[in-house]
Every structure is written in C-alpha cells, then in structure tokens.
C-alpha cells in the first residue's frame, strides 16, 4: 500500500531554515508528481509546491516562491521541502501528497512552528 512518512520538522526562528524529507513506498515514486501541502490552524489546507516525476518542473504557491524549493530523489523515494527565510505565517502542519491512479494519498504531516 501507498505509505508517505514527513519527518524534519520543529521549532525555528523567523529566517531560519528547515528541510523537510517525505519518504514514500507503495508505489512507483519515479512516475508520480509529488505535492507538499500545508495547514495552519483554522485554516484551509493549501498547496505549496509541486514537482514533476522526474523533477524537471516545478511550481510554488506565491507566498513561497523564491524561498521554499522542492525537490526529489527518485533513487530514494523521497521527496524533499527545503525552506529558507521562514516567517511565522508558515507555521502549519506540512503533508506530503501524491495522486496515483486517482487516488489521493496522505502523509501523517510534520509541524513546523516559525517562533522568536
């Protein structure tokens, strides 16, 4: 079965910077787009970035772009959300997300808190 496992998450300072890894098994990770998502709390869960199955192409929600970078390993089965320059407004818990067959798959999600 599709298992996706975050870990990297935890406490930081505004402007610093985490990595956070999704491991994935279950099913062919090298032909599947892979997704992070983020959910602050009463909010809405949102996308924050996309990368192809190759890892050629990417995209970013706009509040993200130019300091969060998403990339992948498809050698390990992992996928990785690098984040720099962090603000207190990215904390949330973050999930890694994949679509595969149709079907929409959750990781158990990792919290990341931005805090002075």
């Known amino acids: 079965q599709v298992q996706l496992v975050e870990s990297g998450g935890g406490l930081v300072q505004p402007g610093g910077s985490l990595r956070l890894s999704c491991a994935a098994s279950g099913f062919t990770f090298s032909s599947a787009a892979m997704n992070w998502y983020r959910q602050a709390p009463g909010k809405k869960r949102e996308l924050v970035a996309t990368?192809?199955?190759?890892?050629?192409?990417?995209n970013y929600a706009d509040s993200v772009k130019g300091r969060f970078t998403i990339s992948r390993d498809n050698a390990k089965n992992t996928v990785y959300l690098q984040m720099n320059s962090l603000k207190p407004e990215a904390t949330a818990v973050y999930y890694c997300?994949?679509?595969?067959?149709?079907?929409?798959?959750w990781g158990q999600g990792t919290q990341v808190s931005v805090s002075s």
């Open positions: 997300n994949v679509v595969y067959w149709r079907r929409s798959y």
């Open positions: 990368v192809t199955s190759a890892g050629g192409s990417t």
